[in-house]
């Protein structure tokens, strides 16, 4: 069993340009940052490995991060320019029972994450889902399509800080 | 001349009496045998998780029931242990053991549905009926409680709504005498039916590495023969202080992971909530339920992922906060949702009438799926 | 008899036919239809341990007339891409399937419909336009699930009538005839000579007989519960698979004809069986008539033992439906082919061969 140290010398000894750095400074919940377009290779490492053997993603999350500047756009509404929107994936080994929480973020502009979906295949939905809900594009995805929403929902993506609800959708009036 | 043939595409539409709420099965079939099994899924999505972007942390909670709705208490259960971990409270004793006792008894009640159901999609009408008049009883209990039947805004973060009715523990020891037989009356009529095993044994069939790769938790990964349960491996509550064992699938009517391996471990499930209660009655101490309830939840910065053992699988919470009262993010893993994602997988080869058998297996609830 | 009455009264041959009938149908089968309705509700209600319908007359009695009034002014909808003529002659069909079987089967010893020589066969030919109806239906209705339904059911009938023909040739092979009124008057005297306990006669044949006979009664009552899409066979209109099957799109009077023709189905293979293997009209342990010197009071008598084992079959077939779940169709068939007609053979031979010594 592994503490978040020690996972993160031996990432660091192996992979060492792809991963970023460790962020202890917040309470509960230490995490590895990584670059976005190599989180697979990093994540087949911790899943085969045999001192690691992270068989199990425990759950993968997209997050706007809302970092960016706040500016006042053509009809008036608030939109984010710049900033990051991030991918948590929280990994867990059913061997030796140690956890790790990984980040990548990438640009608000054109968010790109390489996918982790045909390393473990729980990634298949969850990744659908941060695509729908927040609009990361995820390279190499089996089957990248919207779940929750409607397949033509064309306003964009919901989950996101400077969302507006569109008018009419198919005619039918949205806000209500 | 060869004959152009082309594979059937069947919908299981949104309507449906055995897709367990609002999904879209869409079927590939060749003949009776099944090429593809496509879930479409978002008729029931309500954005939960943008609205509790808008609300307060303690206004949360009755969107919280909403989602699984037929385990609304450990909706609640998941979501109060999370903020309580990002605030680092605890909770007073007695707020633990009648959050335990609370929750199992759902997990009963969630239980009697998924048998009942899972009859009656198999076509065995009576054992449904047996089964939702045992949770009528359990459903009274809760209603004593809290007022409500379905959906309680019981659990708040830092203790409860509402202490216990005076006459909760005995009615709650009574309730637990009279249950224990009416299992073995299940068993008889639908258990160790040869019908029901003939439609079930060797159905399904999930090995546990795929299980593991796919994110199964809960009852359905227990089937496949691995013993895992976060009551036990990550503990929450008070859990670490009863004893209790956890159902493992052994293939006893056909191979490890069947379809009959899944619903015999809730069978064996309910038994083992039975004796958590009991222990818990007993074990109960005095005090106040509503002294650690803080008056303003204002978390500092930071993120958390707590997770508890719903009866579908493991319930996860990841709650970021930015030190505002509202959180910056919620994100809700809901064991439905990723069982879903197992359909495909489970359903190549078998017949259209094993569908039925195979998603009634897995138990899930619409709510959950779609948040 | 019936006819011959008639004939008096109204001095022409095809109303007093016509009259005799339709006799069965209205005064019977319509009457038990709709009791058969009422009582499936309460048998079903009573097992899973809730009442059933108690509101309308005495514990909901009337509730089958509150059915039919409903189904009567129901809207008949018609989906716009069906084959209309198929549609429309559906449910006439499966419902002439059901009720045209009751004219060979005798009520009492002075009452049967037409007292063919190949009564057994007849009924036997005249279920086989139920078959068509399905198909017809399930073609019809534009409709996978309709048409998989029919399909399935279409399968299912035909498979299993096989070993009821089986056994129906086994009893032939006793009894020596196809007629059902002289196959009932064989049976008469106590319930020792009914043919589930070796038929009349005495000796060591009659003793032999009885196991193979339980045999066959078992073999018929399974594949005529199949025949009728009873569960655990009913597979064609499975509600959690197939919503409805094949009568998913019909509506209003037309489904009544379906819902009226299954529960008079129900009661002819009970009928047919009590007949086979029960001794038809006859009553176990004497009759009230001769105890008194009643002579009319006989065939009355023999009416109330038909019905009595129509019933009690007719309620066994419900008590299954409520406990048993529903076979898959491979299961279904396998049953019938790999275990269903194998020992109906062998149960064949070893009866021709007990009838020899």
């Known amino acids: 069993m592994k503490n978040i140290q020690e996972i993160f010398s031996i990432l660091k000894?192996?992979?060492?340009?792809?991963?970023?750095?460790?962020?202890?400074?917040?309470?509960?919940?230490?995490?590895?940052?990584?670059?976005?377009?190599?989180i697979n290779e990093v994540c087949l490492f911790l899943r085969d490995n045999e001192d690691l053997k992270f068989?199990?993603?425990?759950?993968?999350?997209?997050?706007?991060?809302?970092?960016?500047?706040?500016?006042?756009?053509?009809?008036?509404?608030?939109?984010?320019?710049?900033?990051?929107?991030s991918v948590y994936y929280h990994l867990e080994s059913t061997k030796f029972r140690h956890k790790v929480v990984l980040k990548v973020s990438a640009a608000r502009e054109n968010p790109e994450v390489s996918s982790v979906a045909l390393i473990w295949h729980h990634a298949d939905w969850h990744e659908r889902e941060a695509y729908d809900l927040v609009g990361i594009n995820f390279l190499n995805h089996p089957d990248l399509r919207r779940i929750l929403m409607p397949y033509d929902w064309e306003a964009g993506h919901p989950l996101r800080k400077d969302y507006k609800n569109p008018e009419f959708y198919q005619g039918m009036k949205v806000p209500y | 001349m060869a004959f152009k043939t082309e594979h059937m595409t069947l919908n299981m539409g949104p309507q449906h009496p055995s897709t367990h709420g609002v999904l879209r099965l869409e079927l590939e079939l060749e003949g009776e045998i099944i090429k593809a099994v496509k879930p479409h899924i978002g008729y029931l999505h309500r954005?939960?998780?943008?609205?509790?972007?808008?609300?307060?942390?303690?206004?949360?909670?009755?969107?919280?029931?909403?989602?699984?709705?037929?385990?609304?208490?450990?909706?609640?259960?998941?979501?109060?242990?999370?903020?309580?971990?990002?605030?680092?409270?605890?909770?007073?004793?007695?707020?633990?053991?009648?959050?335990?006792?609370?929750?199992?008894?759902?997990?009963?009640?969630?239980?009697?549905?998924?048998?009942?159901?899972?009859?009656?999609?198999?076509?065995?009408?009576?054992?449904?009926?047996?089964?939702?008049?045992?949770?009528?009883?359990?459903?009274?209990?809760?209603?004593?409680?809290?007022?409500?039947?379905?959906?309680?805004?019981?659990?708040?973060?830092?203790?409860?709504?509402?202490?216990?009715?005076?006459?909760?523990?005995?009615?709650?020891?009574?309730?637990?005498?009279?249950?224990?037989?009416?299992?073995?009356?299940?068993?008889?009529?639908?258990?160790?039916?040869?019908?029901?095993?003939d439609r079930t044994a060797n159905v399904g069939i999930l090995p546990l590495e795929t299980?593991?790769?796919?994110?199964?938790?809960?009852?359905?990964?227990?089937?496949?023969?691995?013993?895992?349960?976060?009551?036990?491996?990550?503990?929450?509550?008070?859990?670490?202080?009863?004893?209790?064992?956890?159902?493992?699938?052994?293939?006893?009517?056909?191979?490890?992971?069947?379809?009959?391996?899944r619903y015999y471990v809730r069978i064996l499930e309910i038994e083992e909530s039975l004796k958590i209660i009991e222990q818990a009655l007993k074990q109960i101490p005095e005090g106040d339920v509503t002294s650690a309830i803080p008056?303003?939840?204002?978390?500092?910065?930071?993120?958390?992922?707590?997770?508890?053992?719903?009866?579908?699988?493991?319930?996860?919470?990841?709650?970021?906060?930015?030190?505002?009262?509202?959180?910056?993010?919620?994100?809700?893993?809901?064991?439905?949702?990723?069982?879903?994602?197992?359909?495909?997988?489970?359903?190549?080869?078998?017949?259209?009438?094993?569908?039925?058998?195979?998603?009634?297996?897995?138990?899930?609830?619409?709510?959950?799926?779609?948040? | 008899m019936i006819y011959d009455f008639f004939y008096k009264l109204f001095g022409s041959d095809i109303i007093a036919a016509l009259i005799q009938s339709l006799l069965p149908l209205f005064i019977f089968i319509l009457p038990y239809a709709l009791f058969a309705v009422w009582w499936e509700r309460k048998v079903s209600a009573h097992m899973q341990d809730r009442l059933g319908p108690m509101r309308v007359g005495w514990h909901g009695a009337l509730q089958p007339i509150a059915d039919i009034f409903k189904l009567f002014q129901k809207e008949d909808i018609i989906a716009s891409d069906t084959d209309k003529f198929f549609f429309n002659i559906a449910p006439v069909l499966v419902f002439v399937g059901s009720y045209a079987a009751f004219a060979a089967i005798p009520f009492s010893s002075v009452f049967i419909g037409s007292n063919l020589d190949l009564g057994v066969f007849f009924i036997v030919a005249v279920s086989g336009f139920s078959v068509a109806g399905i198909l017809m239906a399930g073609w019809s209705s534009n409709n996978k699930y309709s048409l998989l339904g029919a399909v399935r059911s279409v399968a299912q009938i035909i498979s299993y009538e096989i070993p009821t023909i089986i056994i129906i040739i086994t009893i032939v092979m006793v009894t020596g005839t196809l007629n059902l009124n002289t196959l009932s008057e064989m049976q008469s005297g106590h319930f020792?000579?009914?043919?589930?306990?070796?038929?009349?006669?005495?000796?060591?044949?009659?003793?032999?007989?009885?196991?193979?006979?339980?045999?066959?009664?078992?073999?018929?009552?399974?594949?005529?519960?199949?025949?009728?899409?009873?569960?655990?066979?009913?597979?064609?209109?499975?509600?959690?698979?197939?919503?409805?099957?094949?009568?998913?799109?019909?509506?209003?009077m037309k489904f009544a004809m379906?819902?009226?023709?299954?529960?008079?189905?129900?009661?002819?293979?009970?009928?047919?069986?009590?007949?086979?293997?029960?001794?038809?009209?006859?009553?176990?342990?004497?009759?009230?008539?001769?105890?008194?010197?009643?002579?009319?009071?006989?065939?009355?008598?023999?009416?109330?033992?038909?019905?009595?084992?129509?019933?009690?079959?007719?309620?066994?077939?419900m008590w299954l439906?409520?406990?048993l779940p529903r076979l898959r169709v491979d299961q279904l068939m396998n049953t019938c082919w790999k275990y269903l007609i194998p020992l109906a053979f062998v149960n064949l031979i070893i009866i021709g061969l007990i009838t020899l010594i």
Not at chain 2, 131 to 153: H, P, Q, V, W
Not at chain 2, 215 to 229: K, M, T
Not at chain 3, 291 to 317: D, M, N, R, S, Y
Request: charged share 20%; glycine share 10%; hydrophobic share 40%.
């Open chain 1, 13 to 38: 000894e192996k992979l060492g340009d792809f991963v970023l750095e460790l962020t202890s400074s917040q309470p509960f919940e230490p995490f590895i940052t990584i670059s976005p377009l190599k």
């Open chain 1, 55 to 85: 068989d199990s993603l425990v759950c993968l999350s997209g997050v706007d991060d809302a970092n960016g500047k706040t500016i006042k756009d053509e009809n008036g509404d608030n939109k984010i320019e710049g900033g990051t929107l």
């Open chain 2, 47 to 197: 954005c939960f998780e943008k609205h509790a972007e808008a609300m307060t942390y303690p206004q949360v909670i009755p969107y919280t029931d909403r989602m699984d709705y037929l385990s609304s208490i450990y909706n609640e259960f998941g979501y109060a242990v999370a903020v309580e971990k990002l605030l680092g409270i605890q909770v007073p004793e007695r707020v633990e053991y009648i959050r335990v006792i609370m929750g199992e008894l759902q997990r009963i009640a969630s239980h009697l549905v998924a048998i009942g159901t899972y009859g009656l999609d198999i076509g065995a009408f009576t054992p449904f009926l047996f089964c939702f008049i045992d949770r009528e009883k359990i459903l009274s209990l809760f209603e004593m409680t809290c007022g409500a039947r379905l959906l309680y805004n019981y659990i708040w973060v830092g203790g409860l709504s509402h202490d216990l009715h005076p006459d909760f523990i005995r009615s709650a020891k009574e309730f637990v005498t009279y249950f224990r037989p009416k299992v073995k009356d299940l068993n008889n009529l639908l258990t160790y039916n040869k019908i029901f095993i």
């Open chain 2, 211 to 261: 299980a593991i790769n796919y994110g199964i938790s809960g009852p359905n990964l227990r089937a496949s023969g691995f013993e895992w349960d976060i009551r036990k491996d990550d503990t929450y509550s008070v859990y670490n202080k009863f004893n209790f064992d956890i159902p493992v699938g052994k293939g006893l009517q056909g191979t490890v992971g069947d379809c009959w391996d």
């Open chain 2, 295 to 371: 008056k303003r939840i204002k978390p500092p910065v930071g993120q958390v992922y707590s997770r508890v053992e719903n009866p579908r699988g493991e319930l996860g919470y990841f709650i970021i906060s930015n030190g505002t009262p509202n959180p910056f993010r919620v994100k809700v893993k809901g064991p439905s949702f990723v069982h879903l994602g197992i359909m495909n997988e489970l359903c190549k080869g078998h017949m259209v009438a094993d569908v039925i058998a195979i998603l009634g297996s897995i138990d899930i609830v619409l709510g959950e799926v779609d948040r």
């Open chain 3, 192 to 252: 020792w000579n009914w043919m589930i306990f070796g038929g009349p006669g005495s000796g060591v044949t009659k003793f032999m007989l009885i196991p193979f006979m339980i045999i066959g009664f078992g073999i018929i009552y399974i594949s005529t519960l199949a025949e009728v899409n009873r569960t655990p066979f009913d597979i064609p209109e499975a509600e959690s698979e197939l919503v409805a099957g094949y009568h998913t799109e019909y509506s209003g």
């Open chain 3, 258 to 317: 379906f819902f009226l023709a299954e529960y008079a189905n129900m009661f002819a293979v009970s009928a047919l069986v009590a007949a086979l293997f029960f001794g038809g009209y006859q009553s176990p342990c004497g009759y009230l008539g001769n105890l008194f010197g009643l002579k009319w009071l006989i065939p009355i008598e023999q009416l109330f033992w038909f019905t009595a084992k129509g019933l009690f079959f007719v309620f066994v077939q």
């Open chain 3, 321 to 323: 439906r409520w406990t």
